[in-house]
T-cell receptor, first 112, second 120 residues
Framework: NAGVTQTPKFRVLKTGQSMTLLCAQDMNHEYMYWYRQDPGMGLRLIHYSVGEGTTAKGEVPDGYNVSRLKKQNFLLGLESAAPSQTSVYFC???????????FGQGTRLTVV | AQKITQTQPGMFVQEKEAVTLDCTYDTSDQSYGLFWYKQPSSGEMIFLIYQGSYDEQNATEGRYSLNFQKARKSANLVISASQLGDSAMYFC?????????????????FGQGTILTVHP
């Protein structure tokens, strides 16, 4: 089982460039999440989705957009990257809002 | 708003000894869940153990146990018989309770983490 797979694993962007991070899960989970991890701050929720076609804002949504066109995929977009978005991004999925979340391996993004 | 506090930035333990990682939380919800995740140097997040707020017994998973003290709002992780492979960052996290409509969206609030180093 692949579980939760994030693409790419590493990326360097210039300020103002755009990119999309892809999260794919093969567990038929309804709920999917995007978190960012910064040094000394733990993980913080960016956006989440409770099913195909739905998205909602988390704690730190500014500068990001998401889409869930297919149940198994959750895309995180940066329209105009800023150095403050340098972080490690984690995708997670779960069966429901009351079951454990499974995390992807993370994407390390650097914006210069 | 929910908050998770891990007051130990770093902990050291001798191999084969037990270690306790502290976690306190703050919430006004009656129904919530508490999780511990391990993050080794390779970076992935590994689920270790879960405790529901209504669970009467402390959760256990192999060498991991969760010392849940609801009145004190603490959910400490106990690792027995530490191994070198336990060296990692450990995160405590809390899942929000249900909204007014009874739905839980599974959103997690994380603590800042504790780096555990196991010495041979």
């Amino acid at each position: 089982n692949a579980g939760v797979t994030q693409t790419p694993k590493f990326r360097v962007l210039k300020t103002g460039q755009s990119m999309t991070l892809l999260c794919a899960q093969d567990m038929n989970h309804e709920y999917m999440y995007w978190y960012r991890q910064d040094p000394g701050m733990g993980l913080r929720l960016i956006h989440y989705s409770v099913g195909e076609g739905t998205t909602a804002k988390g704690e730190v949504p500014d500068g990001y957009n998401v889409s869930r066109l297919k149940k198994q995929n959750f895309l995180l977009g940066l329209e105009s990257a800023a150095p403050s978005q340098t972080s490690v991004y984690f995708c997670a999925s779960s069966w429901t809002g009351r079951t454990e979340a499974f995390f992807g391996q993370g994407t390390r993004l650097t914006v210069v | 708003a929910q908050k998770i506090t891990q007051t130990q930035p770093g902990m050291f333990v001798q191999e084969k000894e037990a270690v306790t990682l502290d976690c306190t939380y703050d919430t006004s919800d009656q129904s919530y869940g508490l999780f511990w995740y391990k993050q080794p140097s390779s970076g992935e997040m590994i689920f270790l153990i879960y405790q529901g707020s209504y669970d009467e017994q402390n959760a256990t998973e192999g060498r991991y146990s969760l010392n849940f003290q609801k009145a004190r709002k603490s959910a400490n992780l106990v690792i027995s018989a530490s191994q070198l492979g336990d060296s990692a960052m450990y995160f405590c996290a809390m899942r929000e309770g249900r909204d007014a409509g009874g739905t839980s969206y599974g959103k997690l609030t994380f603590g800042q983490g504790t780096i555990l180093t196991v010495h041979p």
